[in-house]
């Protein structure tokens, strides 16, 4: 059995051909996927309201649903796009939720899993907004707010990460901050370091001791993920036949 890592597909519509394969590619899991690690920005924006105004979404709920009664074990890591998951994913999905990183025994190795966005200590203006956005009374507030509250969030926060992103991208170097991070990863006892939020898909080879670098990319355009097998990291990319109008 064979463990999957997938992050930013900022799914938006279910007409997208990236929402589309992610639905064929989540099908091909069943019955062969250990556990799926969703590392953050599944959605392009996701508010765990118990009211759920997120109908769009609901295709990939079924897909996850249908994983999840088929043996799969699923572990959500929120992203800066979506947090407080919600009765959906904590209590119909079983999913194991983390607000943050966490250090997991993965087939036999002690791997750092985040979404990323965390590790780029210099970026503070992000950093304050992430405390606000995610602490504990934020969260409680999402059941007594109206839907309409979410999308006043969902614009802010898509106008700020899009706007934001290249800027940011030239401005910093985000290769070398995740391998600078990676050397706190090791101080924890991890032979390895998977992560998403910065949309760079590569797999490193660190030595003395052997280390693991996993950078997931992106299921916009690069339909790139990650795969565990014997122990082993691999970064991977989804090779599908032509979508349909049945697809």
């Known amino acids: 059995m064979r463990t999957i890592f997938l992050a930013d597909a900022h799914l938006v519509a279910p007409d997208d051909r990236n929402y589309r394969l992610l639905l064929r590619f989540l099908a091909e899991l069943e019955g062969n996927t250990e556990t799926l690690f969703i590392m953050g920005d599944l959605f392009d924006f996701w508010l765990g309201f118990p009211s759920h105004p997120f109908?769009?979404?609901?295709?990939?709920?079924?897909?996850?649903?249908?994983?999840?009664?088929?043996?799969?074990?699923?572990?959500?890591?929120?992203?800066?796009?979506?947090?407080?998951?919600?009765?959906?994913?904590?209590?119909?999905?079983?999913?194991?939720?983390?607000?943050?990183?966490?250090?997991?025994?993965v087939q036999g190795r002690r791997l750092f899993l985040c979404h990323g966005d965390q590790i780029n200590r210099a970026d503070?203006?992000?950093?304050?907004?992430?405390?606000?956005?995610?602490?504990?009374?934020?969260?409680?507030?999402?059941?007594?707010?109206?839907?309409?509250?979410?999308?006043?969030?969902?614009?802010?926060?898509?106008?700020?990460?899009?706007?934001?992103?290249?800027?940011?991208?030239?401005?910093?170097?985000?290769?070398?901050?995740?391998?600078?991070?990676?050397g706190f990863a090791r101080q924890q006892g991890c032979d390895g370091l998977v992560t998403g939020h910065f949309h760079l898909a590569y797999c490193e080879e660190l030595d003395a001791p052997p280390f693991t670098i996993l950078s997931l990319g992106d299921w916009m355009e690069r339909f790139s993920y990650g795969e565990m097998r014997d122990g082993e990291l691999l970064l991977k990319t989804y090779q599908a036949?032509?979508?349909t109008r049945g697809d």
């Open 55 to 105: 109908r769009q979404y609901d295709a990939v709920l079924v897909a996850l649903e249908a994983l999840t009664r088929n043996g799969c074990r699923l572990v959500y890591f929120e992203g800066n796009h979506d947090f407080h998951m919600g009765p959906i994913f904590a209590e119909r999905l079983a999913a194991e939720i983390h607000p943050g990183p966490a250090v997991m025994t």
């Open 124 to 182: 503070r203006g992000y950093r304050l907004l992430r405390r606000l956005l995610h602490n504990r009374l934020a969260g409680a507030a999402v059941t007594h707010f109206p839907p309409s509250l979410a999308l006043a969030i969902k614009e802010r926060l898509q106008h700020a990460s899009r706007s934001g992103y290249q800027a940011k991208s030239e401005r910093w170097d985000y290769r070398g901050i995740i391998r600078d991070f990676a």
């Open 241 to 243: 036949s032509p979508l």
